[in-house]
């Protein structure tokens, strides 16, 4: 069969409605995906917003645009200095989210994400970043990034105010020094380590001299305590005996019997054997006489 045949002028014409309606029907209908907003463009201009979903369109007359509302990253690398004229290479970047409910007047007014990146945020960032390090030391700069990042973040939220995003978080992605300072700063920082151990050194020393301090000194106190208890002890034992002497002393002014008869008390029997002087001995041992 001849093709050329059949494709005639005339043929084509007849099929010409058929094709239209296939493209029609093609081009009646779009999806809008997740994280993406759909603005709907009539002859060029925008006319609504649609979410994710299957929608409907007019073909031919209207189109569709897609807007990301998910969480963008835009990253900088640039150059400046520090609050002692130091240079420094900063890499930065910047988390950003459009608005949903605010897509179709970012589309009116910027004509989309790119142009908006281009003539609204990237010189903003730009100009936040390089208006906060300046007020950063270089040392400051390496051991508080939190600080620097806080500063960024601050300034180009008040910059982008009354703009249809949100400006979610900043991070300093890499801070570039000129090498000879890097070195200085590890120098330093190595001091810095030895004498904080020194330091601790000392104060635990102190800890422990105090602690002994504090032993001897309890020691000390405890020996006190015993010496005192012992002295106690001696003065109340001879007030005891004092005060029992003094008692048996007044007992025998008062009576001169208890001397005799303590005296027979103590006496064993025995009689002297020896005489001193020519006295006639008083008392007569009755147990050497015989009956």
């Known amino acids: 069969m001849n093709v050329q ?5 005339a043929s084509a014409l007849k099929l010409l409605p058929l094709v239209l309606i296939v493209i029609a029907v093609m081009s009646s209908y779009y999806i ?6 759909g603005v709907i463009k009539r002859f060029g201009e925008a006319k609504d917003q649609e979410n994710p979903g299957l929608h409907f369109k007019i073909p031919f ?8 509302v998910r969480t963008r990253k835009n990253a900088e690398k640039m150059a400046s200095s520090t609050k002692e004229q130091m240079p420094v290479t900063i890499e930065v970047s910047v988390n950003w989210t459009v608005n949903k409910e605010a897509a179709l007047d970012l589309f009116k007014r910027y004509g989309g994400l790119n142009q908006f990146e281009q003539r609204i945020l990237d010189p903003r960032f730009r100009s936040a970043t390089k208006d906060t390090i300046p007020q950063f030391e270089a040392e400051q700069l390496i051991q508080d990034r939190a600080s620097a990042i806080q500063g960024i973040e601050r300034r180009l939220t008040e910059e982008m105010e009354g703009f249809p995003v949100v400006v979610d978080n900043i991070q300093i992605e ?21 004498a904080a151990a020194e330091e601790h050194k000392l104060e635990r020393q ?3 001299a105090l602690r002994a301090v504090n032993t001897a000194d309890a020691k ?5 305590k015993v010496a005192e208890a012992e002295a106690q002890s001696i003065l109340l034992k001879g007030k005891a005996e004092a ?6 002393a007044k007992a025998l002014k008062n009576n001169p019997l208890i001397v005799k ?4 008390q103590a006496w064993d029997g025995k009689l002297p054997t020896t005489m001193m002087g020519e006295g006639v001995m008083p008392i007569m041992d009755v147990r050497s006489v015989k009956k």
Request: hydrophobic residues 45%; glycine residues 4%.
């Open 5 to 9: 045949k059949l494709l005639t002028p």
């Open 32 to 37: 809008v995906v997740e994280g993406h907003v």
């Open 61 to 68: 007359i209207e189109t569709v645009e897609m807007i990301e």
């Open 174 to 194: 890499n801070i570039l020094l000129p090498q000879k300072y890097i070195n200085s700063i590890e120098i330093k920082q190595t001091e810095k380590n030895l």
């Open 206 to 208: 102190r800890l422990e």
């Open 220 to 224: 000390a106190k405890g020996i006190l």
């Open 243 to 248: 005060q029992a002497i003094e008692a048996k």
């Open 261 to 264: 008869l303590t005296e027979a």
